[in-house]
C-alpha cells in the first residue's frame, strides 16, 4: 500500500438498506453469481480509490450457515471461512476435514476457556483485544505445535456495544505482543458504527488507517500493524476507500440471515 497522503473518494453510501434483503445462495451457481457481483463492487471501490483489487483480501462470513451451504461455497471456490462462534466454527471444522485446503478465520469476540479449540484449527484470530486471551492462545499453540495469524480489534466507534481496544490503548497493547511468540500480528480490526450516514461510517475507518499509520513508527520488531481487516456487506466499499486490506463479507455472499445480528453477537454489535 502506498503511503502517500490519502485523498478520500466523495459520495459512497452505506448499503445497509440491503440488510436483511440478499437472496439465499442455494446452489453453487448462486455463489458464483454472488461473487461476482461483490468482486464488481470491489473493483468499483478500488478504482475509486486508484487502488488494485488484487490488495484486497474477500473473507465471506459463513456463521449461522450450514455445513451444506458452505460446501457449495467450496465448489464456487470459496476457501476462506469467517466465524464469530469458535464451538461452532469448530465444529464445522471438523465436519469438512476432508477439504484440507479450506483455510478458517474467527472474526469474533474470544472467551480464554475456548482457546483451546482456535488453537486447534484456526488459520487466524481477528479480534485479538486484551493480554489474558493473548496469554491463553500462546500457551494453546505451543502445546498444538503451531503459530497464528492475529489481527488486533480496534473500537473506533466508540459504542460501549462493542468489543476492542480503544485507540488510546493500542500502542501499549502492541508494546506487550513480542512476548506471545506463538502469535503473528498482521494488523488491526475494526467494526464502524452501523449507520446510514456515511461520513459516520467512514470516520471509523479513517481512525483505524490512521491509526495503522502511527503504530507503524512505534511497533516492536517484527510485530507488523500493515494490514487493516475493515468492512462488511453494507459498508465495505467506503472501507476499500479508506484503505482495507480485508473485507468481511456474509449476506451479500450467503444470502439474509434468518435472525438478527444480535443475536449472533454476545453484545449488540452490528457486523457481517
Given at each position: 500500500?502506498?503511503?502517500?497522503?490519502?485523498?478520500?473518494?466523495?459520495?459512497?453510501?452505506?448499503?445497509?438498506?440491503?440488510h436483511?434483503?440478499?437472496?439465499?445462495?442455494?446452489?453453487?451457481?448462486?455463489?458464483?453469481?454472488?461473487?461476482?457481483?461483490?468482486?464488481?463492487?470491489?473493483?468499483?471501490?478500488?478504482?475509486?480509490?486508484?487502488?488494485?483489487?488484487?490488495?484486497?483480501?474477500?473473507?465471506?462470513?459463513?456463521?449461522?450457515?450450514?455445513?451444506?451451504?458452505?460446501?457449495?461455497?467450496?465448489?464456487?471456490?470459496?476457501?476462506?471461512?469467517?466465524?464469530?462462534?469458535?464451538?461452532?466454527a469448530?465444529?464445522k471444522?471438523?465436519?469438512?476435514?476432508?477439504?484440507?485446503?479450506?483455510?478458517?478465520?474467527?472474526?469474533?469476540?474470544?472467551?480464554?476457556?475456548?482457546?483451546?479449540?482456535?488453537?486447534?484449527?484456526?488459520?487466524?484470530?481477528?479480534?485479538?483485544?486484551?493480554?489474558?486471551?493473548?496469554?491463553?492462545?500462546?500457551?494453546?499453540?505451543?502445546?498444538?505445535?503451531?503459530?497464528?495469524?492475529?489481527?488486533?480489534?480496534?473500537?473506533?466507534?466508540?459504542?460501549?456495544?462493542?468489543?476492542?481496544?480503544?485507540?488510546?490503548?493500542?500502542?501499549?497493547?502492541?508494546?506487550?505482543?513480542?512476548?506471545?511468540?506463538?502469535?503473528?500480528?498482521?494488523?488491526?480490526?475494526?467494526?464502524?458504527?452501523?449507520?446510514?450516514?456515511?461520513?459516520?461510517?467512514?470516520?471509523?475507518?479513517?481512525?483505524?488507517?490512521?491509526?495503522?499509520?502511527?503504530?507503524?513508527?512505534?511497533?516492536?520488531?517484527?510485530?507488523?500493524?500493515?494490514?487493516?481487516?475493515?468492512?462488511?456487506s453494507?459498508?465495505?466499499?467506503?472501507?476499500?476507500?479508506?484503505?482495507?486490506?480485508?473485507?468481511?463479507?456474509?449476506?451479500?455472499?450467503?444470502?439474509?440471515?434468518?435472525?438478527?445480528?444480535?443475536?449472533?453477537?454476545?453484545?449488540?454489535?452490528?457486523s457481517?
Amino acid at each position: 500500500m502506498s503511503d502517500a497522503p490519502h485523498q478520500s473518494p466523495t459520495g459512497t453510501q452505506p448499503r445497509h438498506e440491503r440488510h436483511g434483503l440478499y437472496p439465499k445462495a442455494e446452489s453453487s451457481a448462486d455463489f458464483q453469481r454472488h461473487l461476482a457481483a461483490v468482486h464488481a463492487r470491489i473493483a468499483a471501490a478500488c478504482g475509486r480509490a486508484g487502488r488494485d483489487p488484487a490488495t484486497v483480501r474477500l473473507l465471506p462470513v459463513s456463521k449461522t450457515m450450514d455445513e451444506a451451504s458452505l460446501r457449495q461455497a467450496y465448489a464456487a471456490g470459496l476457501r476462506w471461512f469467517g466465524e464469530n462462534k469458535v464451538q461452532e466454527a469448530h465444529e464445522k471444522w471438523e465436519a469438512m476435514a476432508d477439504l484440507t485446503d479450506l483455510r478458517w478465520s474467527v472474526i469474533g469476540h474470544l472467551q480464554t476457556n475456548k482457546a483451546k479449540l482456535v488453537a486447534q484449527f484456526a488459520n487466524e484470530f481477528q479480534a485479538l483485544a486484551n493480554l489474558r486471551a493473548a496469554a491463553a492462545l500462546d500457551r494453546r499453540l505451543q502445546t498444538e505445535g503451531r503459530a497464528l495469524d492475529v489481527f488486533v480489534q480496534i473500537n473506533t466507534s466508540g459504542e460501549t456495544s462493542k468489543y476492542g481496544l480503544h485507540p488510546d490503548e493500542a500502542a501499549g497493547f502492541v508494546r506487550e505482543l513480542p512476548a506471545f511468540t506463538s502469535l503473528r500480528v498482521r494488523g488491526l480490526m475494526t467494526l464502524a458504527v452501523f449507520s446510514s450516514e456515511a461520513a459516520h461510517v467512514r470516520e471509523c475507518f479513517i481512525s483505524l488507517r490512521n491509526l495503522r499509520d502511527r503504530l507503524r513508527q512505534t511497533a516492536p520488531a517484527g510485530i507488523c500493524v500493515d494490514e487493516l481487516s475493515m468492512g462488511m456487506s453494507g459498508d465495505f466499499e467506503i472501507a476499500i476507500e479508506e484503505g482495507s486490506t480485508v473485507v468481511r463479507v456474509g449476506q451479500a455472499i450467503f444470502g439474509a440471515r434468518h435472525l438478527p445480528d444480535s443475536h449472533y453477537w454476545p453484545t449488540a454489535n452490528a457486523s457481517d
